[in-house]
């Protein structure tokens, strides 16, 4: 009898305590780099979307084209327009996500000029100089931002203790409040 | 087990609804106040063990406890698993709003059946049987919800092979390992509480 109560304490332990954030659900994360979208599919916690169709629509909701995932979720899709693009994700087992790519003309960095007197052939060199830098920074706050990007949307799917202890607060409230009203209608 | 929003089609979501809201109908007319806590406690123990994955091999799998709250528990299990699904779908994003029906009667109605059929079994007999009773009891529901996951898949116009690949045979590890534990946990109850597994079955049956 003490052995079966210590084996469902462990059992009990480790529901509670297990430092999980396997969540039954499916997510997708893809940047827009250039004129590829590249993305993959992920079940958060662990394991990546193996061959399994990823379906692009425009913003409009039209349907574009599909690929599939590889190996290791990974997928790419090459675009002729800028805009913003959702992918779907459907695995087919009830299982189903999307997600929205904005193009980076939606995100401008605006780089303020510096005040200038120059004039003629100096002012067309400064622009071009201007739009090149331009670029480069673009292309290098996307490559600092896109780990960052990950990283955040990853974390939105951890499974907080919190957010359980909350569901079961809620489940007791829910009952206590119906036994309250029960007792009260008698 | 449970299925995102917009996957299946309209009929087959307001199907769904109603007869779940049938269901849950039933389930509170049959709660009686003693009952309250006990519904409560197993609530919450389905609303955590769908959270928690264990990895097992390649993929993970996860507990789902409706056969043990349907022979518990009898037609409660509908606002139960209502309440836990709901919850899941607002804290966790698993599952959907729309698919709330769906997926309530998925997976309360194979509970149903496993207390008609076995609940008036635990009791009786010796640990073994008890622990056979409740393996069969876990993996009939996790069965029987895969089944009506299909089927609701099917509905919508997907593939059949498709879904008996995906939704049947990826369960089938799911059945053994959920038979095990609702057999431990039952055995379990049986020792040490052995007033929880009292239902209307074992009480009409006169079980001591």
Same mark, same amino acid.
């Given at each position: 009898?003490? /052995?079966?109560?210590?084996?469902?304490?462990?059992?009990?332990?480790?529901? *509670?305590?297990?430092?999980?954030? /396997?969540?039954?659900?499916?997510?997708?994360?893809?940047?827009?780099?250039?004129?590829?979208?590249?993305?993959?599919?992920?079940?958060?916690?662990?394991?990546?979307?193996?061959?399994?169709?990823?379906?692009?629509?425009?913003?409009?909701?039209?349907?574009?084209?599909?690929?599939?995932?590889?190996?290791?979720?990974?997928?790419? /899709?090459? *675009?002729?327009?800028?805009?913003?693009?959702?992918?779907?994700?459907?695995?087919?087992?009830?299982?189903?996500?999307?997600?929205?790519?904005?193009?980076?003309?939606?995100?401008? *960095?605006?780089?303020?000029?510096?005040?200038?007197?120059?004039?003629?052939?100096?002012?067309?060199?400064?622009?071009?100089?201007?739009?090149?830098?331009?670029?480069?920074?673009?292309?290098?706050?996307?490559?600092?931002?896109?780990?960052?990007?990950?990283?955040?949307?990853?974390?939105?799917?951890?499974?907080?203790?919190?957010?359980?202890?909350?569901?079961?607060?809620? *489940?007791?409230?829910?009952?206590?409040?119906?036994?309250?009203?029960?007792?009260?209608?008698? | 087990?449970?299925?995102?929003?917009?996957?299946?089609?309209?009929?087959?979501?307001?199907?769904?609804?109603?007869?779940?809201?049938?269901?849950?109908?039933?389930?509170?007319?049959?709660?009686?106040?003693?009952?309250?806590?006990?519904?409560?406690?197993?609530?919450?123990?389905?609303?955590?063990?769908?959270?928690?994955?264990?990895?097992?091999?390649?993929?993970?799998?996860?507990?789902?406890?409706?056969?043990?709250?349907?022979?518990?528990?009898?037609?409660?299990?509908?606002?139960?698993?209502? $309440?836990?699904?709901?919850? =899941?779908?607002?804290?966790?994003?698993?599952?959907?709003?729309?698919?709330?029906?769906?997926?309530?009667?998925?997976?309360?109605?194979?509970?149903?059946?496993?207390?008609?059929?076995?609940?008036?079994?635990?009791?009786?007999?010796? =640990?073994?049987?008890?622990?056979?009773?409740?393996?069969?009891?876990?993996?009939?529901?996790?069965?029987?919800?895969?089944?009506?996951?299909?089927?609701?898949?099917?509905?919508?116009?997907?593939?059949?092979?498709?879904?008996?690949?995906?939704?049947? $045979?990826?369960?089938?590890?799911?059945?053994?390992?959920?038979?095990?534990?609702?057999?431990?946990?039952?055995?379990?109850?049986?020792?040490?509480?052995?007033?929880?597994?009292?239902?209307?079955?074992?009480?009409?049956?006169?079980?001591?």
């Amino acid at each position: 009898m003490v /052995y079966d109560m210590f084996k469902c304490s462990i059992a009990l332990i480790c529901l *509670i305590w297990f430092p999980s954030t /396997y969540a039954h659900k499916v997510n997708l994360f893809a940047t827009l780099e250039g004129n590829l979208i590249k993305g993959y599919g992920y079940f958060p916690g662990g394991g990546r979307v193996q061959q399994v169709k990823v379906q692009l629509l425009d913003s409009k909701g039209t349907f574009i084209g599909e690929t599939t995932t590889d190996e290791q979720g990974r997928f790419e /899709y090459p *675009i002729t327009r800028q805009g913003d693009y959702t992918l779907v994700l459907d695995i087919g087992d009830g299982h189903r996500t999307h997600f929205t790519v904005t193009s980076p003309s939606s995100e401008k *960095i605006e780089i303020s000029p510096p005040l200038q007197k120059e004039g003629g052939s100096d002012l067309r060199q400064s622009i071009d100089c201007k739009t090149e830098l331009r670029e480069l920074l673009e292309q290098a706050i996307k490559q600092h931002l896109t780990p960052l990007r990950e990283q955040i949307d990853a974390y939105e799917q951890h499974i907080r203790l919190h957010d359980i202890l909350g569901g079961i607060g809620y *489940i007791f409230g829910i009952m206590g409040f119906y036994l309250m009203i029960k007792k009260s209608l008698k | 087990m449970h299925i995102a929003d917009g996957v299946l089609s309209l009929p087959v979501l307001a199907t769904g609804a109603l007869l779940a809201l049938g269901g849950v109908t039933i389930g509170l007319k049959k709660l009686e106040e003693e009952q309250i806590p006990k519904a409560a406690l197993l609530s919450s123990a389905f609303f955590v063990a769908s959270a928690i994955h264990l990895p097992l091999g390649p993929a993970s799998v996860h507990l789902v406890l409706n056969g043990l709250i349907g022979l518990i528990l009898g037609w409660v299990a509908f606002p139960i698993i209502l $309440i836990a699904l709901f919850l =899941q779908a607002v804290l966790f994003g698993f599952g959907g709003f729309s698919v709330l029906g769906v997926n309530t009667l998925n997976l309360a109605l194979p509970a149903v059946l496993c207390f008609y059929l076995l609940s008036p079994f635990v009791l009786r007999g010796n =640990q073994r049987t008890a622990f056979l009773y409740g393996w069969f009891a876990g993996a009939l529901a996790i069965g029987l919800s895969t089944v009506m996951l299909g089927l609701s898949l099917l509905a919508t116009g997907r593939e059949f092979i498709h879904v008996v690949q995906l939704s049947l $045979i990826a369960h089938l590890p799911v059945m053994f390992l959920e038979g095990f534990m609702t057999g431990s946990i039952v055995v379990f109850l049986r020792q040490v509480r052995p007033q929880l597994l009292v239902s209307w079955s074992t009480t009409c049956l006169n079980v001591q």
